[in-house]
């Protein structure tokens, strides 16, 4: 089992920053891919962008590409996200989810979940 953790959520103006962690622990050695989910009220949850652990390959929804940065601190088990340029319309709880398995390409799959972050953008 792997346990993830998020931190890092709250309000910010439009325009802004912030960055989101997420702290793994258990069998991270068994992680292949970890990435970030976000759940906006009454919309289904969307992928935003995930990073290969070992060699640190990355992928990113077109939503969000050029605006937001996945990196990871293997020492710490640690994964990011930073938020920039932020919009009304990236409100929405921030999730982080990790996978021990399956083709790199694909955005499903994924085993472990947090409990995760709201992040809140005000226009």
């Known amino acids: 089992q792997v346990q993830l953790v998020e931190s890092g959520g709250g309000l910010v103006q439009a325009g802004g920053s912030l960055r989101v962690s997420c702290a793994a622990s258990g069998r991270t050695f068994s992680m292949y891919v970890m990435g970030w989910f976000r759940q906006a009220p009454g919309k289904e949850r969307e992928f935003i962008t995930q990073i290969d652990w070992i060699n640190g390959r990355t992928y990113y929804a077109d939503s969000v590409k050029g605006r937001f940065t996945i990196s990871k601190d293997n020492a710490k088990n640690t994964l990011y996200l930073q938020m920039n340029s932020l919009k009304p319309e990236d409100t929405a709880v921030y999730y982080c989810?990790?996978?021990?398995?399956?083709?790199?390409?694909?955005?499903?799959?994924?085993?472990?979940w947090g409990q995760g972050t709201q992040v809140t953008v005000s226009s």
């Open positions: 989810a990790a996978r021990s398995g399956g083709l790199w390409i694909v955005t499903t799959g994924y085993e472990y």
